[in-house]
């Protein structure tokens, strides 16, 4: 399990050249028939477009790479979407781009500029996120130390998921993977071993900007 970068979410925008109208769509997909749906529902709801180019990564390793011109001179279009993904580096992604003919040709030089813009502007109104492996970690304090741990992991800006006040206070945090061993450590320290932290389970976290998405 590592870490790896997507897009959060659904994304759209568009830009009109010498009279050509570009849609660029983004989307985060799990599987290659999630980006197979998409492109469907895409190429359905402009089923009037000249175009409907697509390129998409599955797999945290970027084991499925696929793409199509859609009726554009070869090279011209679906390659260029697919390599926007992969200079970002992004896995788990599908982009189509919606092309209305204007009129005016492109060339293929313009063809490729147009259809790296399209592929770009949605992946950025899609947001683009690093998923970070974190640890889930359950964690019971009695009452009288929970004001000194709540106030550790608030300075540090940890993950709280959940917390209830039983006999005990327990907390629900995620913590960096790659922070972890010092996590415990400091919190350790910080409660002169009187706390309890149970590994729960490892999972993959939206983060932008050092801050979790939801």
Do not use: C, W
């Not at 992004?90 to 399209?118: D, P």
């Not at 002169?192 to 932290?197: L, P, S």
């Amino acid at each position: 399990m590592n870490n790896y970068r997507t897009v959060f979410s659904y994304g759209e925008a568009e830009f009109i050249i010498n009279k050509s109208r570009f849609i660029g769509y983004a989307n985060h997909i799990k599987t290659e028939e999630e980006a197979l749906d998409f492109i469907e529902e895409i190429s359905t709801k402009h089923r009037d477009a000249t175009h409907n180019v697509y390129a998409y990564v599955v797999g945290e390793n970027s084991n499925i790479q696929r793409f199509s011109d859609d009726g554009e001179p070869s090279g011209t279009a679906g390659i260029p979407a697919l390599e926007v993904i992969k200079k970002e580096d992004l896995r788990n992604v599908v982009v189509v781009v919606t092309r209305y003919f204007g009129g005016i040709h492109l060339g293929a030089g313009g063809l490729i500029r147009a259809y790296t813009k399209g592929a770009k502007i949605g992946l950025d109104a899609a947001k683009i996120v690093d998923m970070v492996v974190h640890q889930e970690l359950g964690i019971k304090v009695d009452y009288n130390l929970y004001g000194k741990i709540e106030n550790f992991l608030l300075a540090n800006e940890y993950i709280v998921d959940e917390v209830t006040f039983d006999t005990s206070v327990n907390i629900s945090i995620f913590v960096d993977r790659e922070e972890l061993d010092r996590f415990i450590k400091t919190i350790t320290d910080l409660s002169r071993g009187n706390i309890e932290i149970k590994k729960l389970d490892l999972v993959h976290l939206p983060i932008l900007d050092g801050k979790r998405l939801k």
